[in-house]
């Protein structure tokens, strides 16, 4: 590799000259970012045959990890620091006079994906679906049938075009259907092939793979491992089982049982005739199973049979068609266990486990904050990079006055970067004094941007009336996507900017308080956020968040959390202590006790709590500069509807929690104190931590040395 600079800028003259036949002074900005990336291509390639090839002839136990989306960011700047020489390049290529961050889109199919100094260059598949036959119908085109001509074309690729198409609709269902089919049967036929060249029989296949599924979207794996063990292979069902049941894997992403996937039978029968053919025959035997061991309870067999009710039940089927079931994180794991899938957990008690999400932290503070790592690594050397629970030692810092002041220049730095994305795109000057708080996650109900932009609202209404309120200044930054059928999220989007645009342009706050919406948001704005937050939401209904990784992410850039006690905050107020994140709201338990006894009443607190009468009545009141009636929907869940997600009920206390929040921030030393904190328990929620337990746990796989 060339890890000298003078070597490196030879190098990449001669590339652009044998690609392009250009000068340096010639090439175009996209020449010069396509012959940079053919050399590190290069480099990463020698290491990515050998990784294959030492798996084959070592033949090591691999695992494919299915998923029906992979959002990887760019990934130039993520190889070059696990290669460790992005400052090398860097400043070769500024000598050049080349900036190496230039956006250029590409369409992967299969991407080498790097260990952080260690050889390994594993592979991420991505599939497109193209025509198999002619894309063009001649005879249809001659008669007239113009759309006929390229239909099979259109409809082919239609598969892969949009990831989750609006469901809202049959055609749109039937897609979403097709899609998942389409990826998980392409991925299990690519895996057998491969393992067949080298092994001819699929009979200790579970020994030397392991496949498993992220969430239900790719559980149509276990049938369709059953149907080529089965239709190509020649193998008896019980033995067919056998491979599948210890091949497969399944990792659950949701609490929510409306969320648990499942489809109309009609539909899935027509689309994948002989997979339901397999799917019946599975439930009809998981049945009969269940029959045995409790016999007579039929309501028991009717909760827990795969086909039922009209659908085929997906979360049901990877139960019962793979070896092991795990959480999220603890309380996700607990009250599956316990309350979703409990009825599961009966029957298959040694199948449940829990893994705790993590994130990885090479990303989202190496990559993502610069600043801060170099601080990091300065202070306790760099072996927290390949072992991030070293960061701990950070703690031996934590009041030293010289390493605070400089946490806290780079979060204004990080700050000030945000900021400059804010004005250039939405020409909104912010406070760079204000408190940066930043909701980011999917746009949903029991996520609860809603509180936030009510608190927000309580907090305008007090300004209004008194612009000389004593309040320190707050930047409310919100960025979410949403389902496109999903109309009551699209509608708290609408109302977030509409707010924004009353707060920001209202002369009377003295811009004590700011409201932004960052549209499209994605790995590369993320990258931005979370190194620039001194807050992070983290609001949802307790018992309703799976985990979380935003958290993670604000943690570790040392942003501190208000939040509930659900999901992943749970384990982080375990790892910082109480007196370093700002907790509030229901409990899992209390939350329980109302879904199940009844005795919350929605209109009680609004006829109580002015705070929540004023902002909800502004909803529907004229307040906003809207059509008539717009916000009306939102109106009708929070108080009509008894709030299912007990919003009203968590405002009081989330509001006590902001009023803590803004008094301990005005201690730039206590503050500063809990934002270490929070970096430095940071290391447990790397996803270095996760994969291990992972492999040892689950996949019952060993690293392997790779020699280059």
């Known amino acids: 590799m060339l890890t000298d600079k003078k070597r490196f800028k030879k190098a990449f003259k001669e590339k652009l000259q044998s690609m392009y036949g250009e000068s340096l002074e010639e090439a175009s900005a996209m020449d010069k970012f396509t012959a940079f990336g053919s050399i590190v291509r290069d480099y990463i390639s020698r290491k990515w045959v050998q990784t294959n090839k030492q798996y084959l002839e070592k033949d090591e136990k691999q695992v494919f990890y299915f998923s029906l989306e992979f959002l990887l960011g760019r990934l130039m700047g993520s190889n070059l620091l696990n290669l460790n020489i992005r400052g090398v390049y860097e400043e070769a290529l500024a000598e050049l006079g080349i900036d190496l961050n230039e956006p250029v889109l590409a ?346 932009v009510l608190h927000i609202m309580h907090l305008y209404n007090m300004l209004r009336e008194n612009p000389d309120m004593d309040i320190h200044p707050r930047t409310f930054i919100f960025s979410a996507k949403a389902a496109p059928s999903y109309f009551q999220a699209k509608t708290t989007i609408k109302l977030i900017n509409t707010l924004a645009s009353m707060v920001n342009n209202d002369k009377r706050v003295r811009d004590k308080i700011k409201v932004i919406f960052l549209e499209n948001y994605r790995v590369s704005l993320a990258e931005k956020i979370f190194p620039g937050a001194d807050v992070s939401e983290q609001i949802s209904t307790a018992g309703k968040e799976a985990s979380g990784t935003g958290n993670m992410k604000f943690m570790m850039n040392g942003a501190v959390t208000i939040g509930t ?40 607190i609004y006829s109580k709590d002015l705070r929540v009468k004023t902002a909800l009545d502004q909803l529907i009141n004229g307040f906003f500069p809207v059509a008539h009636e717009e916000f009306r929907g939102l109106y009708n869940t929070l108080l009509h509807n008894n709030d299912e997600f007990y919003v009203l009920k968590d405002f009081d206390s989330y509001d006590d929690a902001h009023s803590r929040l803004e008094k301990t921030y005005h201690n730039r030393k206590k503050w500063t104190a809990m934002s270490i904190n929070n970096i430095a328990h940071s290391g447990k929620f790397s996803s270095d931590r996760t994969i291990s337990e992972y492999a040892a746990g689950i996949w019952k796989i060993r690293p392997v040395i790779i020699n280059c």
């Open 107 to 452: 369409v992967p199919y299969d991407t080498p994906i790097l260990g952080y100094k260690n050889n390994t260059v594993n592979t991420l598949r991505l599939w497109s679906s193209e025509a198999a036959k002619t894309d063009f119908d001649f005879s249809s085109f001659s008669h007239g049938d113009y759309m006929k001509a390229v239909e099979y074309k259109y409809s082919v690729e239609a598969i892969s075009q949009i990831l989750y198409p609006d469901d809202n609709h049959f055609k749109g269902r039937e897609l979403r259907l097709k899609q998942q089919y389409f990826f998980v049967s392409a991925g299990v036929q690519s895996i057998v092939r491969r393992y067949k060249k080298k092994n001819g029989s699929l009979t200790d296949f579970a020994d030397k793979v392991a496949i498993h599924i992220n969430d239900t979207h790719p559980v149509l794996a276990i049938p369709e491992l059953m149907r080529i063990l089965l239709d190509e292979e020649g193998m008896g069902w019980d033995e067919a089982w056998k491979i599948t049941t210890n091949t497969i894997s399944f990792t659950n992403h949701t609490i929510l049982s409306e969320a648990l996937e499942k489809w109309p039978i009609e539909l899935f029968k027509s689309l994948l005739p002989r997979i339901y053919m397999i799917v019946y025959e599975i439930n009809e035997r998981f049945c009969r199973e269940i029959w045995n061991k409790y016999p007579g309870d039929w309501d028991r067999c009717s909760a827990m049979a795969i086909i039922a009710d009209g659908f085929v039940k997906m979360a049901h089927l990877a139960i019962a068609g793979s070896y092991s079931i795990n959480g999220v994180s603890d309380i996700h794991t607990e009250i599956l266990k316990k309350r979703e899938m409990s009825k599961f957990y009966d029957f298959y008690p040694y199948k449940f486990n829990n893994k705790t999400n993590g994130v990885t932290h090479r990303r989202w503070l190496i990559k993502s904050n610069p600043g801060l790592s170099s601080l990091i690594t300065d202070t306790i050397g760099p072996g927290w990079i390949k072992h991030p629970t070293d960061l701990i030692g950070l703690l031996k810092h934590v009041n030293d006055a010289s390493f605070q002041d400089k946490i806290f220049e780079i979060k204004r730095q990080n700050k000030a970067d945000l900021a400059k994305v804010i004005k250039d795109k939405y020409a909104v000057d912010v406070d760079l004094n204000s408190i940066f708080d930043i909701q980011v996650k999917r746009l949903h109900a029991y996520k609860r941007q809603i509180l936030n």
């Open 565 to 604: 006690m659900d999901g992943a905050n749970i384990e982080i107020m375990n790892e910082v202590g109480k007196g370093n994140i700002f907790v509030f709201g229901l409990t899992t338990d209390e939350m329980m006790s109302y879904y199940q006894g009844g005795g919350y009443s929605s209109e009680s």
